[in-house]
């Protein structure tokens, strides 16, 4: 029922620049928190940001300064602006969604995307 569809992800250059994006089916989606992860090769799936229903933000320390998760809510949309990105950024990148509004928590979510390949070359 609940669908999560990511885009946007590519090839890039070391320095470079790419905006994910994620229409999400949950409702009311401004309620919801949404988070991105990602999955390098050999690496377990790792959290890369999220955002409350307040706008408020949270990064992994690997990303801040770099990346800037965002939402429209009159799009039902959640963007990952990523800059400078680095080879280490490689991975398949995940939309989450959790099951309840005003959930919060790395561990709390049940609703994921596809997923969308981003390839950062040295």
């Known amino acids: 029922q609940v669908q999560l569809v990511e885009s946007g992800g590519g090839l890039v250059q070391a320095g470079g620049s790419l905006r994910l994006s994620c229409a999400a089916s949950?409702?009311?989606?401004?309620?919801?928190?949404m988070g991105w992860f990602r999955q390098a090769p050999g690496k377990e799936r790792e959290f890369v940001a999220a955002i409350k229903w307040t706008t408020s933000t949270f990064y992994a320390d690997s990303v801040k300064g770099r990346f800037t998760i965002s939402r429209d809510n009159a799009k039902n949309t959640v963007y990952l602006q990523m800059n400078s990105l680095k080879p280490e950024d490689t991975g398949v990148y995940y939309c989450?969604?959790?099951?309840?509004?005003?959930?919060?928590?790395?561990?709390?979510?049940?609703?994921w995307g596809q997923g969308t390949q981003v390839t950062v070359s040295s």
């Open positions: 989450a969604a959790p099951s309840q509004p005003f959930k919060l928590g790395h561990d709390s979510y049940d609703y």
């Open positions: 949950v409702r009311p989606f401004g309620w919801y928190a």
